[in-house]
């Protein structure tokens, strides 16, 4: 752990209430740098009624104007406010705060804060690399593709100014490698609280399979492909099974339409959101967890099903690959491959032996990725950066 007590001042345009994963990554990092004794302080964006400074867990929040409006989802135009108003408020509250680093999740649009606080002040930042921040080729939304063309200059250069880049999985720094070949992105992988999110035993031949799934309800997360594969399944499948989808979005009367529509609807149980608190529950209560999605950074609710021991079926995408590995711990399919994921489910389903087994290994192959051991990666980092920069 660090022996020199930092003031670490973080960037997030999403801290929970709202937002998915990338905001649990910030909130996980600096509980767990407060409780290492470091003074931390992040800038987030304003909702509704959310106090506007507060402390949680140790972590003071700063929130400032933004627009947000959907717990969910940010729009763009909402991701812009935050880029304004979080800048000019870090410039000002630097002065007051001193920070010896600065970490920003996402350089777009948490990064120009920190790039102005480098070049005025010249306090080092590291960027944090979750996922959409970074171009790609087919993104979704599909209009992605000409907001990456006009920001691929300010991204390169909030990375190349940064003191490190880290990415949470090897897929994503090889995709960032294709907008900027020149940087050194050091790879830290997301986390999981196992004191949380513990094993448990498993039955394997319960009354019904129960298989899980949580994310957004948007077109990225996938869940379409899940229930398009639904009839499939039903027609293969030798036991009983149900799906629960917990979570919210705009994708929602999409979704059950659809399964209305192919008659699936009885097999589905869209659950809404939940708190986190109440979420270990859910996946205690599943047999099988599946991630459909199209893009990831690294999801963390496939590490939290992983620590209570659950065989994972998922989409071949970034992050994925370096926590599920083929026939060990789970099963993988091609993204959008509807035909894959099917048969995927129905092996996972019929095998109840096979299931609990996986669900094994999953327990086992999460157990260095405990939030305190990427905590500390992260704080040897800094002071790394720091040693170099005096």
């Known amino acids: 752990m660090s022996s020199q007590q930092l003031r670490i001042l973080m960037f997030n345009h999403e801290f929970p ?5 990338g905001g649990q990554v910030s909130y996980f990092l600096g509980k767990h740098f407060a409780a290492a004794g470091h003074e931390v302080h992040l800038v987030t964006s304003q909702f509704r009624d959310c106090p506007k400074l507060e402390v949680v867990e140790g972590i003071h929040i700063h929130r400032v104007r933004a627009m947000r409006k959907n717990p969910n989802v940010c729009a763009v135009h909402e991701m812009f406010t935050y880029a304004v108003s979080s800048s000019i408020y870090g410039l000002k509250f630097a002065k007051q705060f001193s920070p010896d680093i600065v970490q920003v999740f996402f350089g777009i649009p948490a990064g120009g804060g920190a790039y102005l606080l480098k070049k005025y002040h010249n306090i080092p930042y590291v960027v944090f690399l979750g996922g959409r921040d970074v171009p790609r080729q087919n993104p979704d939304p599909p209009y992605y593709r000409w907001l990456y063309l006009a920001l691929k200059s300010i991204i390169r250069n909030i990375w190349d100014n940064a003191g490190r880049v880290v990415s949470c999985s090897d897929g994503l720094r090889d995709l960032a490698y294709e907008t900027d070949s020149n940087i050194k992105i050091e790879v830290i992988p997301d986390g999981v609280n196992l004191e949380t999110f513990q094993s448990v035993k498993r ?21 379409q492909f899940l229930i398009r594969a639904l009839p499939q399944v039903i027609d293969k499948a030798i036991h009983e099974f149900e799906i629960e989808i917990v979570g919210d979005g705009p994708y929602q009367d999409e979704l059950i339409g659809l399964a209305e529509n192919l008659n699936v609807i009885s097999q589905l149980h869209f659950s809404g959101s939940v708190p986190y608190s109440d979420l270990p529950q859910k996946y205690y209560e599943a047999d099988v967890f599946i991630l459909p999605s199209l893009a990831e950074g690294m999801p963390l609710v496939v590490l939290e099903a ?10 071949r995408v970034q992050g994925i690959e370096e926590l599920v590995a083929e026939n060990v711990n789970g099963a993988l399919f091609d993204p959008g491959d509807v035909d894959e994921l099917a048969n995927c489910l129905i092996r996972i389903i019929n095998n109840g032996e096979m299931r609990v087994e996986m669900g094994k290994k999953s327990t086992q192959k999460v157990v260095p990725f405990d939030w305190k051991n990427i905590a500390e990666a992260y704080l040897r980092l800094y ?7 005096s």
């Open 17 to 21: 209430p709202i937002g998915g994963g």
């Open 203 to 223: 039955d394997t031949n319960p009354k019904k399979v129960r298989i899980l799934s949580i994310g957004r309800l948007i077109p990225r997360k996938g869940f």
């Open 306 to 315: 992983m620590g209570t021991g659950l065989p994972i079926i998922a989409s």
């Open 383 to 389: 002071e790394d950066i720091l040693e170099q920069e």
